[in-house]
């Protein structure tokens, strides 16, 4: 059964660099695309991007090209660098399978972000 | 403000049938299948319906889901008061092509009286 835990500071600097990592147990990295979504304190979901196993990405647009995502094939991983960050980028941010049209069927239990000085 | 549009709330009593809806339009809902995920407070979201209407191995038959040109409707039947959470519907967006972005509605919060 494939499992996702994300991992990364909890407190961010604004200005700086959220860098943030799925590790994926229980199952290979390939053949599927993998993806950010992050919930803001009370808000909804927002979807940040994907990236597919051969390593082509995907973002929202409202990330204005601050968003990164990348893969670690040898340590069963994926990142999120999130640039320039601000309080606007708190929230919880879960890492999840992407089954394009079928949807996120797996997802991690979500780690908290806190953008502060 | 979120391209798929939900109700901010829905709530009925245990035993009782709900209905939550989703409105989106021709480049969400009317092109794009459309997925339901439940998420309960500090639990990750979990998906209960995918390809409009087709649930994951391990999803009661309680939950269905139906979508009709531009809007889609998930229905719980026998409530229960584990069902309490929040219910995102989710599509592609194909207004920019075909790079998405991918939306989901604002959430519903289900109550079970």
């Known amino acids: 059964q494939v499992h996702l835990q994300e991992s990364g500071p909890g407190l961010v600097r604004p200005s700086e660099t959220l860098s943030l990592t799925c590790t994926v147990s229980?199952?290979?990295?390939?053949?599927?695309?993998w993806g950010w979504i992050r919930q803001p304190p009370g808000k909804g979901l927002e979807w940040l991007g994907y990236?597919?196993?051969?390593?082509?990405?995907n973002y929202n647009p409202s990330l204005k090209s601050r968003g990164i995502i990348s893969l670690d094939m040898s340590k069963n991983q994926f990142s999120l660098n999130l640039t320039s960050v601000t309080a606007a980028d708190t929230g919880v941010y879960y890492c999840?399978?992407?089954?394009?049209?079928?949807?996120?069927?797996?997802w991690g239990p979500g780690t908290i972000v806190t953008v502060s000085p | 403000q979120s391209v798929l549009t939900q109700p901010p709330s829905v709530s009925a009593a245990p035993g009782q049938r709900v209905t939550i809806y989703c409105s989106g339009s021709?480049?969400?809902?009317?092109?794009?299948?459309v997925s339901w995920y439940q998420h309960l407070p500090g639990r990750a979201p979990r998906l209960l319906i995918y390809?409009?209407?087709k649930r994951p191995s391990g999803i009661p038959d309680r939950f269905s889901a139906s979508k009709s040109g531009t809007s889609a409707t998930l229905a719980i039947t026998g409530l229960q008061t584990g069902d309490e959470a929040d219910y995102y519907c989710?599509?592609?967006?194909?207004?920019?092509?075909?790079?998405?972005?991918?939306?989901f509605g604002g959430g519903t919060k289900l109550t079970v009286l």
């Open positions: 999840a399978r992407y089954l394009l049209t079928d949807g996120f069927d797996i």
């Open positions: 229980g199952g290979a990295i390939s053949p599927y695309h």
């Open positions: 990236i597919y196993y051969i390593g082509s990405t």
């Open positions: 021709t480049s969400t809902i009317g092109k794009n299948f």
């Open positions: 390809g409009n209407d």
């Open positions: 989710g599509a592609w967006d194909s207004n920019l092509g075909a790079g998405g972005p991918w939306v």
